[in-house]
């Protein structure tokens, strides 16, 4: 598999790439607000994020997914073959 970065938008696609991964659904919680869960991330268990992050359904993350139109940067697998958590969520182009 390459170390190059792909991006989709495909709900199916994102989820098993981050269950793969042991990755969940997540907000940065000061930034929800009135049932807005606000900036969006994907958590992995035993990194930096476990203070400032608060894990929500995929349901909750897709709905607010789709409503700020964004897109999923993410690698398979890192240049030496292992398996890659880097993702990102970027804006749609073109849309």
């Known amino acids: ?5 792909q991006i989709t938008t495909d709900h199916d696609t994102i989820r098993k790439w981050a269950e793969a991964r042991g ?9 929800a607000n009135d049932g807005d869960p606000g900036i969006l991330r994907i958590d992995f268990p035993g990194y930096t994020g476990e203070q400032s992050l608060e894990q929500i359904s995929w349901e909750k993350f897709f709905e607010k997914f ?3 139109q ?7 697998r890192t240049i030496d ?4 958590r880097f993702n990102k969520l970027v804006t749609r182009d073109g849309e």
């Open 81 to 84: 073959g292992d398996k890659s």
């Open 70 to 76: 964004l897109a999923f940067l993410y690698q398979e």
């Open 1 to 5: 598999m390459s170390s190059e970065a």
């Open 66 to 68: 789709e409503e700020a």
């Open 23 to 31: 990755g969940k659904p997540s907000h940065v919680k000061a930034t």
